[in-house]
T-cell receptor, first 115, second 112 residues
Framework: AQSVSQHNHHVILSEAASLELGCNYSYGGTVNLFWYVQYPGQHLQLLLKYFSGDPLVKGIKGFEAEFIKSKFSFNLRKPSVQWSDTAEYFCAVIRLGSNDYKLSFGAGTTVTVRA | GAGVSQSPSNKVTEKGKDVELRCDPISGHTALYWYRQRLGQGLEFLIYFQGNSAPDKSGLPSDRFSAERTGESVSTLTIQRTQQEDSAVYLC??????????FGPGTRLTVL
């Protein structure tokens, strides 16, 4: 079965620090990859996604993620975080070329940014 | 509507009672998903509806769980004889294509 691993359960940072959240998946075929974010009191929303092409994808609010196929990874980065980036972040994967249309999610990483 | 809506936003129930959770997807979205998020865990797939096709119920954890969808609109998730381990946030999402899900705010279910 598809599995998605997020390495950090809780990350605490100061403003202006750099952020990197790890994500690895287990499926070796073609995948689409996503990062979702849930700000306090808000819905889950899409932060960025990778389908094909340039493995470095840019999302909203200065976030980017790099797909490294050989490492089955899709790590999320932001060079300089703000207090408003405090949220829970979820990595998600969907397999292509199969009848599996279910997004598989990681357990999530809670990011707390201190002012 | 503007987004996916779910009701109630919070539900507290006693063990053994039945509960019904509702999801109103975005108009025109043919696909509808239910996920569950237990404390400290990722989102767990429950069930998927796509148009008039038979739903994929492979994620339902037991026969106490069932879901229905009326055409391409409202869906209800029913949990019978609730147990404490059913406590979670139940999320609904809808989409036109599988790679772009829009999530609702969730229903927080607490089983005492």
């Amino acid at each position: 079965a598809q599995s998605v691993s997020q390495h950090n359960h809780h990350v605490i940072l100061s403003e202006a620090a750099s952020l990197e959240l790890g994500c690895n998946y287990s499926y070796g075929g073609t995948v689409n990859l996503f990062w979702y974010v849930q700000y306090p009191g808000q819905h889950l929303q899409l932060l960025l996604k990778y389908f094909s092409g340039d493995p470095l994808v840019k999302g909203i609010k200065g976030f980017e993620a790099e797909f490294i196929k050989s490492k089955f990874s899709f790590n999320l980065r932001k060079p300089s975080v703000q207090w408003s980036d405090t949220a829970e972040y979820f990595c998600a994967v969907i397999r292509l070329g199969s009848n599996d249309y279910k997004l598989s999610f990681g357990a999530g990483t809670t990011v707390t940014v201190r002012a | 509507g503007a987004g996916v809506s779910q009701s109630p936003s919070n539900k507290v129930t006693e063990k053994g009672k039945d509960v019904e959770l509702r999801c109103d997807p975005i108009s025109g979205h043919t696909a509808l998903y239910w996920y569950r998020q237990r404390l400290g865990q990722g989102l767990e797939f429950l069930i998927y509806f796509q148009g008039n096709s038979a739903p994929d119920k492979s994620g339902l954890p037991s026969d106490r769980f069932s879901a229905e969808r009326t055409g391409e609109s409202v869906s209800t998730l029913t949990i019978q004889r609730t147990q404490q381990e059913d406590s979670a946030v139940y999320l609904c999402a809808s989409s036109v294509e599988v790679t772009n899900l829009f999530f609702g705010p969730g229903t927080r279910l607490t089983v005492l």
